[in-house]
Each structure stands twice: as structure tokens, then as C-alpha cells.
């Protein structure tokens, strides 16, 4: 019935280079060289009679052939490994992509929590500001993205709706109410990732401290930049509270006090969505479905909090 197939390892060659747009990419991932990753797909497709990669200088691309095979090729791969995991009593593997400063600032410092109740599933989180592509970047399960979530996207389910706040270190506030202070130097992000709509601008920032005339304003590409010059006592930190849910518990931050030259700050101010993607080929995957329901669960707990400490 099957005996016209191509191999396993051919198929699983193919759909690596697909995946990675790279025979050496694909030659790393699988641990041989380039070379005989390129005999593979000349000997795939010499079994075939078909072209399933234009070869360029630097690059190679698929052709619309090889596109369909590397749709059906994934779905195959992937189904056989959820089988052999399930029979064998493992849970897959899962890549989450996502921003660099909710990896580091949120999601690893509660991965412990996940990794305890579900010890069998393999986490790796894929670290990026540029927003990966999911539908041709397959080694990726799902992603957390950070802007303004799309109404119109059926793969899109909001997480969290982060409202801004101003924070520094208790020294910082303490030494803004002194006589003859230095003006207030406020600290907030210059988005890296173009797609991203600004929060602020510079008037706005200003009339956050109308007492304090007049302040400096310093930007910074990441919003863990931010915090870590805020730990250090260099500013205000104008940044959403759920990424500084551990400086705040550990008192190494707090909001502004109550005090006239500071009042203003206190205030939210609205902010952009975390938002969930996962891609169909994904929404069978159990480690998926467990992971999402597990962040859906802490960070709306987390947002219902973070409202009622604000009325």
C-alpha cells in the first residue's frame, strides 16, 4: 500500500530544510553536513520527478510543489511524534515565541510553576522583538505578541491589557521631595519592533509631573532596560506593572507616593495587549493546550487583581 513512499529520513530532511529555508540550517538541526543534507533532496526529488527547491547563491526557496509537501510533511511529522509521545507516555516538546522582556521579566520566572505540574513537557522559549511568522516558522507551537490584538485574527485570544505606571526605587522617590532636587528623569521605551503604536509622547510624560519642571526623558529599546536602570536608581520607570511583579513583592520598587510633586504620577495610564496565537496545525499539540490554559488562568487572575488594586 505505502511501498512508493519516500523514506522517513528523506521526509524528515526535506521538511527540516523547508522549515529553515536552509540546507545548512537543516544540517545543524538534524547533526550532519550540508552535503548530505543536498543528496537527500536531489535524491527526493530525483524519486519524485519533481522540484521541490529553486537553488539560489545563498538561499533556497521552495517551489509551489514543495510547498505542499512541506505543509503535508509537518502535519505527518508532527502527528507521528504526538503518537509516539502518547504511547510512550511523553508529553511533546514546546517552543513558545515571544517578546524579550515578557520572557525575561514574566514567563521564565513562572515557568517553575508550569514545570511542576507538568514535569514531562520539554519548555523552550524563542526570545524575540521582531514578531515571528507562524505560519512558515513551524518550529515555533504558539507565540505571545505584545501591541494592539486584531479583532479580525480567529487565531488571536487576548491575555492581558496592561495598564502603565510610574515606578523607581524608594531612595529615587525620596529624593525628589528634598529641596532643590534634580529635575526627574523619566524612563520608557522606543520600540524597536516599527509595527508597534507609541504609548506616550513627550508632552504627555511631562504632564505626569507638573511639579517637577523640568524633567529629562531618556529612552531605551527594551522595557527590561528600563527596569534594571530604575533598580539601579537612575529614574522612573514608566513601564507596565506585570513585568515588575517581582521588584514590586520584593520592595526593590514602588509606585510614586502621594505627595503633591509626585501626585500625577500615580495615575494609569492604558498600555497594549499580550495577546495569545496559536496556529491549527498547534491546537491538537496537549502541551499547547495545557501551556494556554495554564497562562490564561494565572494572568487573568493577575489582570482581575491588578483592577481591583487600582480602584
Not at 487576548?158 to 529624593?175: I, K, T, V
Request: contains cysteine; negative net charge; glycine residues 4%.
Amino acid at each position: 500500500m505505502f511501498g512508493q513512499l519516500p523514506s522517513l529520513r528523506s521526509i524528515r530532511t526535506f521538511e527540516s530544510a523547508a522549515r529553515l529555508g536552509s540546507f545548512k540550517e537543516a544540517a545543524l538541526e538534524l547533526h550532519v553536513s550540508p552535503t548530505a543534507v543536498s543528496h537527500q533532496i536531489r535524491t527526493l526529488e530525483g524519486q519524485l520527478q519533481v522540484k521541490l527547491f529553486e537553488r539560489h547563491t545563498r538561499a533556497v526557496v521552495l517551489t509551489a510543489d514543495g510547498e505542499k509537501l512541506a505543509r503535508v510533511a509537518h502535519q505527518m511529522l508532527r502527528a507521528l511524534s504526538d503518537t509516539l509521545n502518547e504511547i510512550t507516555h511523553r508529553d511533546a516538546p514546546l517552543t513558545i515565541g515571544t517578546t524579550t522582556a515578557f520572557a525575561a521579566m514574566w514567563l521564565v520566572p513562572h515557568l517553575s510553576e508550569f514545570r511542576s505540574a507538568h514535569p514531562n513537557i520539554d519548555i523552550q522559549v524563542k526570545a524575540d522583538d521582531q514578531p515571528v511568522d507562524i505560519t512558515t516558522q513551524h518550529q515555533v507551537d504558539l507565540v505571545i505578541r505584545y501591541g494592539i490584538m486584531p479583532d479580525d485574527d480567529p487565531d488571536a485570544s487576548l491575555l492581558f491589557r496592561e495598564s502603565l505606571q510610574c515606578y523607581a526605587a524608594p531612595a529615587y522617590w525620596q529624593s525628589l521631595l528634598r529641596p532643590a532636587a534634580s529635575p526627574a528623569s523619566i524612563l520608557c521605551t522606543r520600540w524597536k519592533n516599527p509595527a508597534l503604536p507609541p504609548v506616550h509622547d513627550q508632552q504627555r510624560l511631562r504632564n505626569l509631573f507638573p511639579n517637577q519642571q523640568p524633567i529629562t526623558v531618556r529612552e531605551f529599546e527594551e522595557e527590561n532596560q528600563i527596569i534594571q536602570a530604575a533598580l539601579a536608581g537612575q529614574g522612573i520607570a514608566l513601564v507596565s506593572q506585570l513585568l515588575v511583579e517581582t521588584p514590586l513583592a520584593n520592595g526593590w520598587l514602588v509606585s510614586a507616593p502621594q505627595e503633591p510633586a509626585v501626585s500625577a504620577a500615580a495615575h494609569p495610564f492604558s498600555g497594549l495587549d499580550y495577546y495569545l496565537k496559536i496556529p491549527d496545525r498547534s491546537r491538537t499539540n496537549p502541551a499547547v493546550c495545557q501551556f494556554a490554559d495554564w497562562l490564561g488562568r494565572k494572568l487573568s487572575s493577575y489582570q482581575s487583581q491588578s483592577v481591583s488594586d487600582q480602584k
